[in-house]
């Protein structure tokens, strides 16, 4: 499995701002690498636009190769295979991002439907194996529940079942803990390490720095739509070179004991 | 609570109202101006005036001069055992009456509810989803135009447009004397009337509903999450746009088949169609009040029937509805988080 | 039906209500005079206003435009289209004139969407404000019967009522607003209540203003928007409704032309090629219904478009 490359992704909003100006990065297989940044410089929509998933009226500029492939330039019907098999996403609020009148079990059939045909016993298989994979015991039960009766954390766990149900190489992850409670929060990414620890590259959107310290391998500083700074977790965040890096982690109040 | 408790508990209410509704009716009519006795008589002679002897004679064999009270409940046990006393202008029994005429208006509001869905739907979806915006404002003053026509304006037009000016379908009845009545001839009868009912002055809300359901649902998260796993457009549109946006639509679809109904009166009586509606509009004018009654409750058990039906649908469509009472459904903890 | 929310609604008090205005230098006077309602920013709803007007005005004047008596009928003059010499709208089966038929009947189907619309709206108002500011066991039964008279159809106990009392101008306007109320008394109910909670009014009620002082002159104005919007609306549901009944044969009786009874026999003049007879009236209703819908928007939401 190779990882991600992207070089210098623009993108503008319709009616004028550009707001990601030239952004470069680079994600191995089974590497962890948070985007940190304050708010409006660009993180949701860097990613957003690599999924091309951006409202309509905005601009794209140049490349995200996947497996040779530019995601940017791709035709819809190669998009859609491409999604859910090379590529899967998670967002900030899961319970939103599912169907309120689909089961669990109906989002994750209709999702390995669209890439494998394959008996709908099969496909229960894989689905309960996603879930399971997601880190939910008893999976069979959560397939029938409805998206209102799930906590938090069993909502993105979903998620990650959908987005990893057709074992894609890479996983863009938004904001994914924002709306958890800390426990629940390191749970989830626990899930995610592994899943990373097995091959999968993820690409991790936080505004938490003790997030990035604690699960990224690598960071890369985002900072008026362009990365400042971009190296192993443990070294930007101890000796960071950018002035921006600093003021976030002077206002985020970590000392190096606590990052370590 | 399950359905079936709950459908047991609503058959139970209704059946509460129909009785109200009932005595109100029959204490309502009691008190109209004219004679039922003289009614019938002069019905029966051909308009010749009864002498009053006549008419106290009739009275007494009508049983008109006994209380109120007594009347009611003589009329009531009657109901009960499914006899609705006879209509004072025909003397035929009023249950025979309604058979006749009552499957002609399930019919046409049938058909003309399976219309108005579709149509509103296909409106709907166009105008919910259309980037052009004179389409969209321009169905939009369509729609908004259509809520100023009353039903029988509508039905007056449709007539003059399908049956005067192009002679495309039939203008009446549900078949022309002689002709067999089949399939396909009441099918050509059916259609003016159950397009002047379905597309009637209640149709632009409809529209509206759909059109607001779609343009929610179309920005929501759940869309954008379902095109990241890679779903084809059709079953996005289908299962994720519009799924979500038609509860609306369905809630009101209940309540609407009630004012369906009360306005399919008047298209009976445009389109001669020999429904249950043209029999009440009759009856109203010639003073057949044991038809009237039996009109008024027939109607308002339908319209309760079908506020049901539709309340059911929709818990049926979205299950984060439910039914009053429902206590059953509750997060799911399998333990981790 | 109606959830019950007590949290302080955080809109603001937009331009229709200014209840600062008797602090204002000059001193303006207090009380529901002092509301001024929203001005539309878009021409529609002055558009149909004055449409309204118009009609309204040629309405009143109808004898002085026409010499004819709407009830007078002249064999010698009888199916004459349009554009006939004496006739600007031609004449029915009867001789008798369109036109002064037309705008006599706007005197009737006017007035009795005004009236009747005016019934319902006060007994709407006053059946709302008592639910709205009356003990809780009141609020209850008032909304359960509202809830319960709307789910019926509603034209069948029109057909009742009107068979009791016989056709006859008072039994229509009776009848619409004994079967209309019921959304006036709901938006004028939820409108009070949403005052209620503003923080002008706690304050008011604080200071210790009775409630009828309360209700007179912090309540009421506030509520005044809806429930101008709902009351143009029932303009037109009466027109609408007493249209029907007068088409049925069961509003008003034919020795007084409306609207609704000019076209009682429209269906067979449609197949006999006198349309026009048909669609004078027609159209009249539609134009005058649409055109109080849109007043009716207007007033709910005056930025925004009225269709």
Known sequence: MSGLTVRGLTVDLPGGPRIVNGVDLDLAAGEVLALVGPSGAGKSLTVRAIARLLPPGARVGGTARLNDVDLLAVDQAGLRRLRGTALGCMFQNPTAGLNPTMTVGGHLLETLRAHHRLPRVELRERGLTALAGAGLERPAELWQAYPFQLSGGQAQRVALALATACHPAVLLADEITTELDAVTQAQVLDTLRAHAAAGRSVLLVTHDLAVAARWADTVAVLEAGRVTEHGPAAAVLHDPQAALTRTLLRAAQLSSAALS | ?337 | MTTERTHTTPTPDGPALDPGADARPGGRPRGLLVVRLPRPRRPTGTIALAVLVGMGAIAVAAPLLTPFDPLATDTSATALPPGSPDHLLGTDLLGRDLLTRLLYGARTSLLVGLVAAAITVLAGTVIGALAAVGPRRLDEAITRVADTLLSLPLLVVVLALSTVAGPSLGSVIVAIAVTSWMPVALVARTALRTQRERRYVRAARSLGLSPAQVLGRHLLPGAIPPVASIAAFEVGHAILTESTLSFLGLGIPPNRPSWGNLLTEAQSHLLTGQWYTVAFPAVAIVITIVAVNALAATLARPESSAW
């Open chain 2, 1 to 337: 609570m399950t359905t079936a408790q709950f459908v047991a508990r609503r058959a139970v209410t209704a059946a509460l109202v129909l009785l109200a509704i009932s005595v109100l009716c029959f204490t309502l009519l009691d008190l109209a101006p004219g004679d039922p006795a003289r009614a019938v008589l002069e019905a029966r002679s051909g308009g010749l005036p009864a002498s009053v002897a006549e008419v106290a004679d009739q009275r007494a064999l009508m049983g008109l001069d006994d209380p109120l009270a007594q009347r009611y409940l003589r009329w009531a046990g009657g109901a009960a055992t499914g006899d609705l006393g006879a209509s004072s202008i025909t003397g035929r029994p009023v249950t025979a009456e309604l058979a006749d005429t009552v499957p002609w208006t399930v019919l046409l509001t049938v058909v003309a509810t399976v219309f108005s869905v579709l149509g509103a739907v296909a409106v709907g979806l166009v105008a919910g989803l259309t980037k052009r915006r004179w389409l969209r404002r321009g169905i939009e003053l369509a729609m908004f135009v259509l809520g100023g026509m009353p039903g029988f304006v509508t039905a007056l037009l449709l007539l003059y447009l399908g049956a005067a000016r192009w002679q495309l379908l039939p203008s009446g009845g549900v078949g022309r004397p002689g002709e067999d009545v089949t399939v396909a001839v009441v099918a050509a009868h059916l259609v003016l009337p159950a397009a002047a009912l379905a597309f009637g002055h209640h149709f632009g809300s409809y529209v509206r509903l759909i059109q607001t359901g779609i343009t929610g649902v179309r920005a929501a998260p759940h869309v954008d999450n379902a095109r990241a796993r890679g779903l084809g457009a059709w079953t996005i549109l289908r299962r994720h746009v519009l799924g979500p946006a038609l509860v609306p639509f369905a809630t009101r679809l209940g309540v609407g088949t009630g004012a369906l109904l009360a306005g399919a009166y008047a298209i009976e009586v445009i389109f001669s169609w020999p429904g249950m509606g043209r029999l009440a509009i009759a009856a109203a004018k010639a003073q057949d009040y044991p038809v009237l009654t039996a009109v008024v409750l027939v109607t308002a058990a339908f319209v309760i029937a079908a506020n049901l039906l539709g309340e059911l649908a929709v818990s049926r469509l979205d299950p984060r509805v439910r039914l009053p009472g429902d206590t059953r459904r509750g997060p799911v903890v399998v333990g981790d988080h």
